[in-house]
């Protein structure tokens, strides 16, 4: 008879035991459930943070306000070639500190091309200007930046080439001081330049991460497109600013390259003692009429009046020795001066690199050297004034107004290689050596609205009588009309339906920008809004002020534009 109750069989669970297992495996699937879970959720968290990371470290670098680069292109040099028929003379737009500017057109654009081949032959300056410019300006997208379409680079054959979209009416240099375009006869038209430019930099400083420092604000560098709407361009020595430190470093090298070279400087700055001293009287004495071999622009030439042989033999020889000394300092390929193109340009650029390579360009070497000394005779004149206490009033030592524009040694650039930007728009604290900074920008652009509103070059000299030559320095003219409550002097005379209010209000912002203070000087985000009427007009700064207080006043500018 089958026993009702078999034992079971060895291996074979029993219920018990079943359910001894499942309670074990339900107890170890929770907390395996529950690792799993937490293992995922970090896996997910470190692919999101990394996301995030790489989206926030590219945005760093673009502004703000334009999450995509611009679409920049790569082109083969045979097809800039082609574009710019083989860079033919007639085509040449400009000619610029590292190279030249052709206009050119590709059938795959729609647009007219501004083509800026760099000359690197000879030096790494005009690649390190490439790597420069096409690094920072592809990141920028607004409307007061000239807009980069694309590129071409070649390291081994050492061929680089910028591609932007032309600007029609070129550049505030060409359209404004040299052509004088009678579009930019209308007040509207300059207000509306200096106000694009403000634009323009207050998005560089103030809506790009990190902000961006142009370091060489100047007419050549503001282009103006079909609708006389202005553009900065050329950024090849611009700067993120985050790169302080570094600079501070290159400052640092500079000093100690300073000294060494100490005395040279001296005997260099003996010699113009000595033409000082001997020239003066000569210019004072000058007219276009009692001489003839004047040139008119500057109002100095080779031929004296009065027995003053010997200084103007002083003169000759300084002249010259400079000359020979800009000729024998000039690096091979660097110096881009063509005679064709020099008509009085703004300034000479003074540039660098670690090697200390300088440049100069546009301009015959004597040209702008002569524009020079006319700074240096109107500052001896000053001193003369301000000693006999005849106009001393006049040419009394105003904010910064000494050592902004430097007698440039070592055979007419700036010793401090160190120093980026141009003569004249330069800030005084960066032309010493010092750091870069936004300030350095809103110094130059105080020189450029200057420049826009008077409708001249920051040095010039148009007549020879010592009367003009009290004007020929633009920004201490500003400063004494300022003091003397009559700054609308200042505006261009070939400038019509003017609004007094805003070139009153140009000029006064020009001269807080002049500021020999860095800090005092306003932001490009204040002078926005100074221009757009949303803050209250500025004052001048207190040693501006007129005397009695005052002689000029505001309508309020809260209007919208
Ligand atoms: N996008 C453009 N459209 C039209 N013309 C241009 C454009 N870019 C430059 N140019 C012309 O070419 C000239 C040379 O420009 P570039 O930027 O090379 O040098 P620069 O500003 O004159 O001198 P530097 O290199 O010393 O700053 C300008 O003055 C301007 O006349």
């Known amino acids: 008879m089958p026993s009702r109750f078999s034992p079971p069989e060895i291996g074979e669970e029993t219920p018990l035991k079943q359910h001894r297992h499942r309670h074990i495996s339900s107890h170890l699937l929770l907390p395996l459930l529950l690792a799993g879970t937490i293992t995922l959720t970090i896996i997910l968290l470190t692919v999101l943070t990394i996301f ?57 654009l729609p647009q007219q091309l501004a083509i800026k081949v760099m000359n690197s032959v000879d030096s790494l300056q005009g690649e390190r200007e490439f790597h420069n410019e096409l690094s ?15 590129f071409s680079s070649d390291s081994r054959k050492r061929r680089f ?44 400083h103030h809506r790009c991460d990190p902000p961006i420092i142009h370091g060489d604000i100047k007419p050549s560098n503001i282009l103006l497109d079909g609708e006389f709407k202005a553009k900065i361009g050329d950024f090849g020595l611009a700067r993120l600013k985050t790169e302080g430190a570094i600079e501070g470093l290159e400052g640092s090298e500079i000093l100690k390259k300073k000294d060494d070279n100490g005395s040279i400087l001296e005997e260099t700055e003996s010699v113009l003692t000595g033409f000082e001293e001997g020239a003066s009287s000569t210019v004072a ?118 050592g902004e524009f430097r007698v440039p040694k070592s055979g007419g650039i700036s010793s401090t290689p160190s120093m980026r930007g141009t003569v004249c728009y330069i800030a005084p604290e960066y032309g010493g050596g010092g750091l870069l900074s936004e300030k350095c920008d809103v110094y130059s652009f105080g020189v450029l609205v200057l420049v826009i509103i008077s409708g001249r070059r920051p040095l010039q000299v148009t007549a020879s009588p010592m009367s003009e030559l009290e004007r020929a320095n633009l920004i201490s003219w500003a400063r004494q009309l300022a003091c003397n409550g009559r700054l609308l002097e200042l505006v261009d005379p070939c400038v019509h339906s003017l609004h007094k209010d805003q070139a009153l209000l140009c000029i006064t912002i020009a001269l807080l920008c002049l500021q020999r203070s860095p800090s005092k000087r306003p932001t490009m985000k204040e002078i926005v809004e100074m221009l757009s009427g949303e803050a209250e007009p500025p004052h001048l700064p207190f040693e501006f002020s007129p005397s009695p207080p005052s002689n000029f006043t505001y309508k309020s500018r809260r209007t919208t534009r």
């Open 285 to 402: 004495d000058r007219s276009p009429e009692a001489s003839p071999g004047l040139s008119p622009e500057m109002g100095m030439g080779n031929q004296d009046h009065g027995g003053g042989s010997e200084s103007v033999r002083i003169k000759d020889y300084v002249m010259e020795w400079i000359g020979n000394g800009i000729k024998k300092e000039k690096p091979r390929n660097e110096w881009l001066a063509s005679p064709s193109s020099v008509d009085n340009v703004n300034g000479s650029k003074v540039s660098s690199s670690s090697a200390g390579i300088r440049k100069a360009k546009n301009r015959e070497p004597r040209e702008w050297w002569k524009e020079e000394f006319c700074e240096e005779l109107t500052k001896k004149k000053k001193r003369e004034l301000s000693s006999s206490n005849n106009g001393g009033e006049f040419w009394r030592e105003r904010d910064g107004f000494s």
């Open 161 to 204: 080439v910028l591609v932007y979209e032309l600007m029609e009416n070129r550049s505030v240099q060409d359209a404004l001081l040299d052509k004088k375009c009678e579009e930019l006869m209308s007040w509207s038209r300059r207000f509306r330049v200096v106000y694009d430019v403000a634009k323009g930099l207050e998005y560089l």
């Open 52 to 108: 995030i990371y790489r989206k926030l470290s590219r945005n760093r670098t673009a502004p703000s306000d334009s999450p995509s680069h611009r679409q920049c292109r790569r082109f083969s040099h045979s097809l800039i070639r082609r574009a710019t028929s083989s860079f033919s003379a007639s085509n040449r737009l400009g000619h610029g500190g590292f190279g030249s500017v052709y206009k050119g057109t590709l059938p795959s």
């Open 136 to 150: 920072l300006t592809r990141a920028l997208v607004s409307p007061h930046i000239v807009p980069l379409i694309g």
